[in-house]
């Protein structure tokens, strides 16, 4: 199976297939229903969680031929069209890499030739990377978008774009899928496609997903082309554990395991942090934790034997230095000293240790 290939595989065809985002989809099924969708919408959340599938679902409704309480029929040759990324009526640009006024003015004129009944619908992805000009271009379109066009902007960071865009268009918010309800999709993709799955390369692929369909889905890709055990480089713990031992050595050697495995050192300081942050809301607020039940208890295990004090030192630490790695000619040098005054720092001496080896957070005047 191809990598990828599950995602989109599973990628929802109709709102009622979008999961966890009931607020978004209640408002945009009545608005088709009520003939009120806006010309403008802003569609923000973290990447994975279904932005560009509700834009295609939204285009594919609003020009479906047997459309059905704000649903697509899936199945006229409109919808058969979007669904095959060859529709007249649906252009996709993505701002990450398009973002310059041409592409920009490009889109614009294509906007301004509209069809008689049917719907443009122009789906902006990244739209906070457009550059000052092209967002210029674009915020005159919003300003008086011709008839039956829609935009719809898709983005993982709404505060980068602009207040004057903001203004102009709905905002929909896209959240990150609760864990109960991600698993479950999960097994059922898994079933579905017929994967063998160990339980615990499961838990794991839950884990690096994080709240997100597409990362998790991928995730579930990786583990099941490595025969569905869990692979190495999913395991964090390790460097986690270094930490708590202030063993600089064992932190190192999980570094170059996971780089010999084809982990990019940057990725991984990501991952490192993300890792921290579940270990640091788990002794903050446990009910924010993005993880499966066993998997939540292994990590505030790791988190009360680290102490809190600790788990934010580290985290800063590792935000600077994922701010330097950016433009690092070797950020591989840069993640191994961090690590190692990491696994000196980490010692603190705002901690004192229990006969059991858990270590006691005093507070700090920091
Ligand atoms: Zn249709």
Redesign the pocket.
């Known amino acids: 199976m191809a990598t990828q290939s599950l995602y989109r595989r599973y990628r929802p065809r109709r709102f009622s297939e979008l999961r966890g985002q009931e607020h978004v989809v209640r408002a945009l099924r009545n608005a088709v229903i009520n003939n009120r969708e806006g010309q403008g919408y802003l569609f923000s959340g973290p990447r994975g969680t279904g932005k560009t599938s509700s834009a295609r679902i939204l285009a ?1 409704v609003l020009n ?4 059905i309480d704000g649903e ?5 040759d ?2 058969i069209a979007v669904e095959a990324g060859n529709s007249y009526d649906v252009h996709e640009l993505d701002a990450a890499s398009n973002n310059g006024v041409d592409a920009m003015r490009d889109l614009i004129e294509k906007a301004s030739l509209s069809s008689p009944g049917r719907h443009k619908v122009y789906i902006l992805d990244e739209v906070h990377m457009l550059s000052k000009g092209a967002e210029a271009a674009l915020l005159k379109t919003l300003e008086e978008p011709p008839p039956h066009v829609v935009f719809v902007l898709a983005t993982t960071d709404p505060q980068k774009v602009s207040a004057t865009i903001r203004s102009r268009v709905q905002h929909l918010e896209f959240h990150l899928l609760p864990m109960d309800e991600l698993e479950q999709h999960v097994r059922w993709v898994a079933a579905d496609a017929g994967l063998t799955v160990s339980e615990e390369a499961l838990q794991a692929v839950l884990t690096q997903g994080g709240g997100s369909a597409r990362d998790t889905l991928s995730a579930l890709e990786l583990v099941s082309a490595s025969g569905g055990d869990m692979p190495d480089t999913l395991a964090y713990d390790e460097f986690i554990e270094a930490f708590i031992a202030h063993d600089p050595g064992q932190a190192l050697a999980a570094l170059a395991f996971a780089v010999q495995q084809g982990r990019d050192p940057r990725t991984l300081a990501q991952d490192i942090v993300r890792y921290l942050r579940d270990c640091f809301l788990s002794l903050m607020a446990p009910e924010l934790v993005q993880l499966p039940d066993q998997r939540a208890a292994q990590v505030a295990d790791q988190a009360m034997r680290m102490g809190a004090a600790a788990i934010v030192r580290s985290m800063e630490k590792m935000g600077e230095i994922l701010v330097e790695m950016r433009h690092a000619p070797d950020p591989r040098l840069l993640l191994d000293v961090a690590l190692v005054q990491l696994t000196h720092e980490a010692a603190g001496n705002d901690m004192r240790r229990q006969r059991h080896g858990r270590a006691v957070v005093t507070p700090r005047a920091t």
């Open positions: 594919k479906c031929t047997n459309a697509p029929c899936c199945e006229c409109s919808c």
